[in-house]
């Protein structure tokens, strides 16, 4: 009698628990993409902690405080390691509905990740689509910053460069005119022989006349 | 003449300034796609042979008339004869053509070069859609470069007829670069004559680092092989010696005035020739030397995609087998597929359609040119590289250099002229005249900023300078041979120089580079009137990757 309610009970359980079964969602693992050497194997304990898992995500959902480990049903567990799992109701007859079951997954993805080191592309849970981490956005756009920085840096050297020739410019129109109250109008004028202009003698100070040649090299050497 | 023309304070900010010039975007951008076209390594017979034919004696023209001339190209034709000063004017009005849409580049280059202080870059990931479950619509279709280039860069319109708004932030840019371009040339010779020593050499210097980096990725080899394995029969297609002599003609930046331009700041007794010869190899070597760069950067991408595409099916099947995890490789993967094939075949037919061919060549093959090399194919690689934020500021930055050093050459063009002429220098400044150039062009330039801006800017690229160019080099040529005299010319080189004319500038000049000339020419004028329509490459968020629409 008893070995028959225990066949009566798995039969119902592997019913319960198919592939594409109404409420079954199928698992995917790859543990050899996520972690290469340091995998572990895939065995019945870790199987219990993904069960637990989600009875963990399932008793955050209000009304559903009461889900046990026993209620998570897993089965076709294959090489890859892939297997589907439903979750059951307390009376073990019907499986809780899909809707529930992927928003408790959804809100407790990171959590479940976290207890087997993957993430959302290495432990897929097909039919449930993750929430996407958003790009983090400043509040100031980092590349305005940067533009400004440029913008200002730019700005002040060419009002730099054009103060600085406005002031050579108004110091060169003065300086002829001072000189020319001074000194004679002829020393100014640039000699001009067949549309050539001479080189003026420098007024500007002293300056060694290379025309004449100094005292050592008019005796040329032995 | 009152006061003294400024001068290059050494030969040496004249040698900087024709190369910073002459180097530009086209080698880094053009000439790796031309050699991949016409048969990689033997490419560069036509290449070679065009620029001891047409690159050196041209531009040793365009040198010797503006050292002798004195003046810019206005001047300087109207010296020649009084009935040329028509060949100056149209130098500076393809000038100005240029110079207004030449500066959008320099813009989209500071946009890239501010959004490379991010981490993560922003165009390796795509943005999420509404119910962040999963990526933009648009972005999945096309890639994530692809989408930051067309979207978030340009916002681009689906078609030319669709102008759009202006988009501030290309606007602020673009206001940024004609800032930068109107600082460096705000002084004449003294300014421009510093600033080159950057624009010329800092590209060398990103190339070099550019050069390490790339060598030592995976997959470059295979980038290397594939460009400069020859391909013999290409040489018999006429298409690459017409292609040859058009990028040197150029990339040497011949007709616009600009060389005249550098020129005429030159002390007589400059010697031409020798710069001449150098300013062309150096232009040619660096074309070589870009294009190094670019292919193994090419191999590296085309790998990391191959390899991707095999992973992307290994996990297929393992999926759709429940496989272990790990057991299919890239090396076991045909023998896999042929075994389950045999072993389950009607499961293998239904996931057969998915399954794609990745190939190696195909990636490779992809040859790409222009703005979409330099935004979206490099881009795609270097957010694969590591520490990529690096190598997209010092890329970037390379951009911004060899674009800011052509610019100069162009303003340059537009600026001798009008400053040489008395009327306008004696109610302006020099500082007056180039800040009005500088705002009439960034004015005219912000339809560049539209949404449709890039199909503008694609039609100005393929169209404003081509014929002009080629005609106002052949009327150079033919006037200064011809009209001026061969023989006086020759005395006047020598009287200046000192040294004698070569004959080979000589048979050059007189025969052989103005019948190519013409020969190009005539191509490219049949070449519009068959075409007929003009079309363009348009995005269309509906119909991804790209289609030609009409104008």
């Known amino acids: ?105 959804r809100m407790n993805r990171n959590r479940i990740n976290n207890a087997f080191f993957l993430n959302d592309q290495t432990l897929e849970f097909l039919r449930i689509p993750s929430t996407l981490a958003p790009p983090t956005d400043p509040s100031v756009p980092i590349w305005i910053i940067i533009f400004g920085v440029v913008f200002c840096i730019v700005i002040v050297a060419t009002m730099l460069l054009i103060l600085s020739g406005i002031r050579q410019r108004r110091r060169e129109n003065k300086g002829p005119s001072e000189m020319e109250d001074t000194e004679d109008k002829w020393e100014n004028t640039i000699t001009i022989e067949n549309g050539i202009p001479c080189d003026p003698l420098d007024m500007k100070g002293g300056h060694v006349n290379d025309a004449f040649v100094t005292e050592d090299e008019r005796l040329t050497p032995l | 003449m009152d006061e003294a023309r400024p001068l290059w304070a050494t030969p040496l900010q004249f040698v900087f300034a024709c190369i910073s010039y002459a180097v530009g975007l086209g080698n880094v951008w053009r000439f790796p796609y031309l050699c991949q076209m016409y048969g990689g390594g033997s490419f560069l017979v036509p290449y070679i042979i065009m620029l001891a034919v047409e690159g050196m004696p041209l531009l040793y023209l365009e040198l010797a008339v503006g050292q002798r001339m004195r003046q810019g190209s206005i001047g300087a034709w109207r010296t020649i004869s009084p009935y040329l000063s028509g060949v100056g004017v149209a130098s500076v009005v393809v000038s100005f053509f240029l110079s207004m849409y030449y500066n959008v580049i320099n813009a989209w280059a500071f946009w890239y070069l501010f959004h490379s202080f991010q981490d993560p870059l922003p165009w390796s990931v795509c943005p999420l859609n509404g119910n962040r479950t999963g990526y933009d619509e648009e972005c999945e279709k096309a890639s994530s470069t692809q989408y930051f280039w067309y979207r978030k860069t340009l916002n681009i319109s689906p078609s030319i007829q669709e102008s759009g708004a202006v988009q501030w932030e290309p606007a602020l840019c673009l206001i940024l670069a004609w800032l930068l371009v109107y600082l460096c040339i705000l002084r004449g010779t003294e300014s421009t004559g510093k600033v080159v020593y950057f624009t010329a050499l800092l590209p060398y210097c990103v190339l070099m680092i550019y050069l390490v980096r790339g060598l030592t990725l995976h997959g470059a080899t295979n980038g290397l092989a594939y460009m400069f394995t020859p391909k013999m029969e290409q040489l018999a297609n006429p298409k690459a010696w017409i292609n040859a002599a058009t990028q040197i003609f150029f990339s040497l930046g011949l007709g616009f005035g600009s060389l005249i331009a550098f ?289």
């Open chain 1, 1 to 105: 009698m008893l070995w028959l309610l225990f066949f009566l009970v798995t039969a119902i359980h592997a019913e319960l628990c198919q592939p594409d079964a109404e409420n079954a969602f199928k698992v995917r693992l790859s543990l050899r993409t996520a972690l290469g050497d340091k995998a572990y194997a895939w065995d019945t304990n870790e199987e219990y902690l993904f069960k637990a898992m989600v009875a963990f995500s399932m008793r955050r959902v209000p009304n559903r405080e009461a889900t046990e480990i026993s209620h998570v049903l897993l089965c076709n567990v294959t090489q890859r390691v892939s297997f589907w799992f439903v979750v059951t109701d307390p009376s073990r007859n019907h499986t809780l509905p899909a809707v529930e079951v992927q928003s408790a997954i």
């Open chain 2, 263 to 551: 020129a005429s700041y030159n002390e007589p007794s400059n010697d031409c020739q020798k710069h001449t010869v150098i300013v062309s190899i150096i232009n040619s070597s660096t074309s070589i030397f870009a294009s190094v760069v670019t292919f193994s950067i090419y191999g590296f991408k085309a790998t990391f995609n191959y390899e991707s595409c095999l992973n992307k099916v290994i996990l297929l099947l393992t999926n759709s087998f429940d496989l272990e995890d790990g057991f299919l490789t890239v090396s076991n993967l045909e023998e896999v597929k042929s075994y389950l094939a045999s072993a389950y075949p009607s499961k293998y037919s239904e996931v057969f359609p998915q399954i794609k061919n990745c190939s190696l060549e195909s990636e490779l093959e992809t040859a790409v040119q222009g703005t979409g090399l330099a935004f979206i194919v490099y881009t795609e690689a270097i957010k694969n590289m590591e520490v990529s934020q690096l190598w997209s500021v010092l890329y970037f930055f390379m951009l911004l250099m060899l674009g800011i050093g052509s610019m100069l050459g162009n303003t340059a063009a537009i600026l001798t002229p009008l400053t040489d002429s008395k009327v306008i220098s004696s109610y302006l400044p020099k500082e007056a005249i180039s800040g009005l150039v500088c705002l009439v062009n960034c004015a005219i330039g912000l339809v560049f900023t539209m949404e449709a801006g890039n199909y503008w800017f694609d039609i100005f690229n393929d169209y404003a300078a081509t014929l002009s160019l080629l005609l106002i080099v052949l009327v150079e040529t033919v006037a200064v041979c011809y009209l001026y005299g061969l023989r006086r010319f020759e005395s006047d080189l020598k009287a200046m120089t000192g040294h004698a004319l070569n004959w080979y500038w000589k048979a050059m000049w007189g025969g052989v580079s103005p019948l190519l000339i013409i020969s190009l020419f005539v191509f490219y004028l049949s070449d519009y009137i068959i075409t007929g329509t003009l079309q363009y490459q348009a995005w269309d968020a509906s119909q991804i990757p790209t289609v030609r629409k009409q104008l």
